[in-house]
C-alpha cells in the first residue's frame, strides 16, 4: 500500500504565504486515507519527513495566473535545478531552505516521490496574521475541489464541511 501524504507548506506570519499550514490543520481529522502534515517553514528537516512517502500532495501559495491550481510536479535534476539548491541550502541556511529544494534534494538522495502541488495565488505576501479578504472568498471552493481531487485520484475520503468550519476557525483566530 502506498503510503500517501498531505503537506501544508508557508509561514503564516506572511500572510497568504500561511495558506498550507492553514489547509493542513484544517484537514487534519477530517481526511480518512493519508496522513497529513504541517510543515509550515520548516526548513531542511522536512526531509526527514518527508522521505518515507510514496506519494505528497504539497499545498503551498503559489505566483501564478490562475487563482487555484492542482498539478503534478515533476523534479527534474539537471545542473540549473542542483545549483540553485545548493546556493539555497548555502545562503538560507537549513532553517530558511525551500520546498523544491527539499524535494530535489530527496531525489539526489534516492527517494522518488510522487508529488502533487495544490497551489493556490497569494494576494499578500507581508508581515500580516491570517489570510487576505481575496483568498478567504475562494476557500470554500479551494476545499471542495481538493477534496474532489483526493476522492477521485487516491480514494482518499475528506469531511468537506468540518473541514471548511475548522478552516475558518483557524484562520479567524489569527
Known sequence: MKRI???GVGNRLMGDDG????????????????DVIDLGAAGASAMEVLKDYDIIILIDAVAMDKDF??????INIDSDEVTSTVLDFEY??????????????????????????VGCKP????????????????????????????????????????????????????
Open 19 to 34: 495558506f498550507g499550514s492553514y489547509m493542513a490543520e484544517a484537514l487534519y481529522g477530517n481526511v480518512k486515507g493519508c
Open 92 to 117: 538560507s541556511g537549513s532553517h530558511g531552505v525551500g520546498i523544491q529544494s527539499i524535494l530535489t534534494t530527496l531525489k539526489i538522495m534516492g527517494y522518488t516521490p510522487e508529488v502533487y502541488l
Open 123 to 174: 494576494y499578500v505576501l507581508d508581515v500580516k496574521l491570517g489570510l487576505s479578504e481575496e483568498l478567504r472568498r475562494k476557500l470554500d471552493q479551494i476545499v471542495l475541489s481538493l477534496a474532489e481531487f483526493l476522492k477521485k485520484n487516491f480514494g482518499i475520503e475528506v469531511t468537506v464541511d468540518d473541514t471548511i468550519k475548522k478552516l475558518y476557525g483557524v484562520v479567524n483566530n489569527n
Open 5 to 7: 501524504a498531505i503537506v
Open 69 to 74: 491550481d492542482i498539478s503534478r510536479m515533476d
